[in-house]
């Protein structure tokens, strides 16, 4: 029977770190973060799989070798590693967050959102409250065949993709350090 206040951490999207180029003519890539099975990872290798016509990056802590994927075996996939979220968001055509467990919040979805790139994640845990209306949310999310479907209507409607992109900008402003931090001051005292 106790009052309680969610408390999101605010986002600095004025940040160098997240700030990026945007030429959509280098953005190539379909992002995924973190190569992890609770992250979706099987299901991202899989959706590569299918879509041999685009090209699949993976950023973030770990590899998919840990996993037992064989990257070499899929030529449209390529890993990076730990890099500065600029240096990927930069090249990154649409992100997609493909979680398997009840993520707590979506803070990449959100970057991604703050420099014009449409996401499309699973409707599981804290991404549906994250993306809200300004992505695509994936109910089936273990089906790799959903996700390839949610991903080919993104890329081939520019009308879709560009209503994202919109809704992405007010999206993100909701978690910014300006609108949040007064609240959390206010909480404070």
């Known amino acids: 029977d106790r009052d309680t206040d969610v408390w999101y951490q605010p986002m600095d999207y004025s940040s160098a770190q997240y700030r990026v ?95 014009g790139i449409p996401v499309i994640a699973s409707a599981v845990g804290g991404l549906p409250e994250a993306v809200g209306d300004a992505g695509l949310l994936v109910y089936d999310y273990l089906s790799p065949e959903a996700w390839v479907t949610s991903i080919r209507n993104m890329l081939n409607n520019a009308g879709l993709r560009n209503y994202f992109i919109d809704k992405g900008h007010i999206q993100c402003r909701k978690f910014s350090k300006e609108k949040l931090m007064p609240y959390l001051y206010k909480t404070i005292d």
């Open 21 to 115: 180029n945007n030429n959509n003519s280098v953005r190539k890539y379909i992002t995924m973060c973190t190569a992890a099975p609770y992250k979706g990872l099987h299901t991202f290798i899989e959706i590569a799989k299918k879509m041999p016509d685009q090209q699949f990056l993976i950023v973030g802590r770990s590899n998919p070798e840990y996993f037992g994927v064989d990257i070499k075996q899929i030529p449209n996939l390529s890993v990076w590693g730990s890099v500065d979220p600029s240096r990927f968001l930069e090249e990154t055509n649409i992100l997609l967050a493909p979680a398997v467990w009840h993520e707590p919040f979506g803070r990449t979805p959100l970057e991604a959102m703050a420099n």
